[in-house]
């Protein structure tokens, strides 16, 4: 009784006889050098190789494309946090702007109080304040008891600022 | 056993033969598996591939509903009234949480709660997740979410806050827990500012996270737009305070203040006592007062209405500021006496003294010289009888007979003249007179100025009803009211500067079976500046103890009206007397340096023309 190997080698003969049939002329001229038997089997492992590689990539992309769909999801998340979060501190915002929040902070902290009486301005045309700049910037068009450059304000502006540096004022705040 | 074929040799032997035979019963056996397994994967994926793919999408398909951003409501200078914000609330799902006591002890110092109150709130029994706090702010579902508790989670939620706090409630109105409006502009302008719900379709792995390479489809939600409304926060803060005041001193039993621009049609305040608090759950027995009543709430108006009876006398030419009438205190009208709100009679009068003295036999004889149809022809342009269309949910038409209803009598005609056996609301009745302050044009008033979805602006453009009397007519009965503003009087209810026209009303409050004449309607309605009018404003105290609208509600009128003057910066028509600085306290405290804030308050004047800006004290 035969082994299995010996089986095997006997089968591999039979297609060995197979493939050792004699080839038209044409054919065999064209395949000069290699014989087919071996163009088969190097044919196999380079085919291995390419679906391996084929699958290595597409797991490659796959992995990819998971890591960032998990990544965007994250990002959403975070982006969603980071929305709520701002929209928490505009409430909180509206709410020290509100009427409400001012007149406490300006009666019961600073002790102002409603005004009496109210004083009108007339403002000549052209001396009007901007919109945007408020009545500050017709307080600063008040014309200056000081020369608008003399070297004497230069030089008091200097001494200033480098006392400032210095000294830091009593009513600072970090 | 050889086998000898023709052509090439081949020589099979017996244990070839058998062996062969083993692989075909091998490859046959393979393949009736193969088959059967075949069979089946048909059978699942083709035959019945709905029925599983359903299955499979109940357990791995998350059809999750975006809900829209709500819209906020702004004021007239985009101040929020109303915004919609998301914070977390926090659930426990017991039987998901492995260590119940130590996560009630890891939540309850960042709750700031006991630990029993927390653990109380896990039971690892119920399926039901268990709410064991709402309205987490950020950085504290930041901690809880860094904790990694399982079975604890958080749900973001939105919530409708109110940045000013209950500030025009009734107008506003609420939303419900579905966030949808229950009542006030949330509810008639629901569509704008609930948006469109998005969705997201995807698949979940057995833990709940998102298959991120699985199949997803997401429809973006379309948040809802913001309402920037013609309430301007101050005046409307302003009208609040001072009609509770006003009914309070009074002993009143409620109130109500609108102001409005009668050039635009623009409310600018509406205010009414009691209201309720927007800023709490909603509560049934308030019920009545969650309504805008400005709108629903109807009243017999008084001698408010005499402004009406006397632009139509004056518009048909029939009568002039100085026709007279003779006024003996009463008249008889088809048997029944009518008689002036003092009984008392004022001799022969002309128009104007008939406005001043506001004499109901003076208007019973303009209704009677115009006739029924002239009369009720102005009553119907004015607005009576009809919903402003102002856009709030629950607006009441308003009511009064005309000859072609069944009962109507002249004494209808009569008593309709000053006012009385008639309905209006608030509303009908400002917007009504607002016409003569806008050179006889009546405008549609209006709560909404725009709509705003990101840079995308939708402005609601002033509307004209109609043209109601002539500008002669208007500028005629300007004149009038401002008569009646100058009467000796209401001297102490001038304001130095400035021209206001106005008019009291007093209506007896009507009972199944008559009037109850020690519950009153006091009224004033008045504009100002009376020439170049900016703006009009009505107040109605219920039931004061005064009873007149010239003992109640003036001084609310004055009080707001100085207000008016200064917040929209309408300087003085006449120079005023300024007074003599009080001198400053030796604490420092403060004193004439309130009104130096000015500098810093934005200045709105024009630069085409001489402007004045007021230093007034602390403006927003």
């Not at chain 1, 000069?32 to 679906?51: C, D, M, Q, T, Y």
């Not at chain 2, 003092?342 to 506001?358: C, F, K, P, Y």
């Amino acid at each position: 009784m035969r082994h299995w190997s010996q089986r095997h080698a006997l089968a591999v003969d039979d297609w060995d006889v197979e493939d050792e049939e004699p080839e038209p002329e044409a054919e065999a001229s064209a395949r000069v050098g290699r014989p087919l038997r071996e163009r088969r089997r190097a044919w196999v492992p380079l085919g291995i190789l390419g679906f391996g590689l084929a699958l290595l990539l597409y797991s490659m992309q796959l992995g990819s494309f998971t890591t960032s769909g998990y990544d965007l999801q994250r990002l959403h998340s975070e982006r969603d946090e980071w929305r709520q979060r701002n929209e928490q501190l505009d409430l909180e915002l509206a709410k020290v702007q509100s009427l409400a929040w001012i007149e406490v902070e300006a009666v019961q902290r600073l002790g102002m109080q409603k005004a009496s009486h109210v004083t009108y301005l007339e403002v000549p045309p052209g001396t009007a304040a901007a919109p945007d700049q408020g009545a500050s910037a017709t307080v600063t068009a008040a014309p200056s008891t000081e020369p608008a450059h003399s070297a004497f304000g230069d030089v008091l502006a200097l001494w200033r600022g480098l006392l400032a540096q210095l000294v830091p004022p009593i009513d600072a705040r970090p | 056993m050889r086998v000898v074929e023709q052509g090439p040799v081949r020589v099979i032997s017996g244990e070839a033969i058998a062996s062969t035979w083993r692989l075909w019963v091998l490859g046959i056996a393979i393949m009736a598996c193969a088959s059967v397994v075949f069979a089946r994967l048909y059978t699942y994926q083709v035959l019945e591939h709905d029925r599983f793919q359903s299955l499979a999408d109940d357990e791995q398909v998350e059809d999750q509903i975006i809900h829209p951003k709500r819209g906020a409501i702004l004021d007239t200078g985009r101040r929020p009234l109303a915004i919609s914000v998301m914070y977390d609330n926090l659930y426990a799902y017991g039987p998901g949480v492995k260590d119940p006591d130590g996560t009630a002890a890891a939540l309850a110092p960042l709750l700031e709660m006991p630990v029993p109150e927390v653990r109380a709130k896990i039971d690892p029994q119920n399926r039901i997740a268990s709410l064991i706090r709402g309205r987490l702010p950020a950085s504290l579902s930041a901690s809880i979410s860094a904790l990694h508790l399982p079975g604890i989670y958080l749900q973001p939620t939105p919530y409708r806050d109110y940045p000013e706090g209950s500030l025009a409630a009734q107008i506003l109105g609420f939303i419900g827990v579905d966030a949808h409006g229950l009542a006030g502009l949330e509810l008639s302008f629901d569509d704008e500012l609930h948006g469109d719900a998005g969705r997201l379709i995807s698949a979940r792995d057995t833990t709940g996270q998102e298959i991120a390479v699985a199949r997803r489809e997401f429809v973006p939600p379309r948040d809802g737009a913001d309402l920037v409304l013609t309430i301007d926060r101050y005046l409307q803060r302003v009208a609040e305070r001072e009609l509770e005041r006003g009914v309070r001193e009074n002993k009143a039993v409620g109130g109500k203040l609108i102001i409005m621009d009668p050039t635009t049609g623009a409310i600018l305040a509406a205010a009414s006592y009691p209201t309720y608090n927007v800023t709490e759950p909603p509560r049934p027995d308030q019920a009545a007062l969650q309504k805008p009543t400005i709108v629903t709430d109807v009243y017999e108006p008084g001698s408010v209405v005499k402004l009406v009876t006397m632009s139509g006398g004056l518009e048909e030419g029939l009568v002039t500021p100085d026709t007279t009438v003779q006024d003996n205190g009463s008249v008889l009208v088809d048997g029944v006496r009518i008689s002036n709100w003092d009984h008392a009679g004022h001799g022969l009068e002309t128009m104007r003294e008939v406005l001043i003295n506001s004499a109901n036999v003076g208007a019973a004889f303009v209704s009677r010289t115009l006739g029924p149809d002239r009369f009720y022809k102005y009553f119907d342009l004015f607005g009576f009888g009809q919903p402003t269309g102002v856009g709030l949910p629950g607006e009441a038409a308003g009511s009064y007979r005309t000859p072609a209803d069944p009962g109507w009598t002249n004494v209808d005609l009569a008593t309709n003249s000053f006012g009385q056996g008639m309905s209006v609301t608030p509303l009908q009745m400002i917007t009504a007179i607002s016409a003569l302050a806008n050179d006889g044009v009546m405008m549609k008033p209006m709560l909404v100025k725009e709509l705003r979805r990101g840079d995308e602006v939708t402005p609601v453009e002033p509307e004209a009803v109609r043209r109601v009397v002539s500008s002669r007519t208007a500028a005629q009965m300007t004149d009038m009211m401002i008569s009646v503003w100058k009467q000796p009087a209401a001297m102490q209810y001038r304001i130095p500067g400035y021209t206001i026209a106005s008019k009291t009303g007093t209506a007896d409050t009507p009972t199944a079976g008559g009037y109850q004449l020690n519950r009153t309607y006091a009224s004033q309605i008045g504009f100002g500046p009376a020439n170049n009018p900016r703006w009009i404003m009505l107040v109605r105290i219920d039931a004061p103890e005064a009873l007149y609208g010239g003992a109640a509600a003036t001084p609310v009128f004055k009080a707001m009206a100085e207000e008016l003057f200064t917040h929209l910066r309408i300087p003085p028509e006449e120079p005023v007397p300024t007074p003599t600085p009080a001198p400053r306290s030796p604490s420092g405290g403060p004193g004439p340096a309130v009104g130096g804030q000015t500098a810093g308050a934005p200045a709105q004047a024009p630069v085409a023309r001489p402007t004045a800006v007021p230093l007034n004290g602390a403006r927003q």
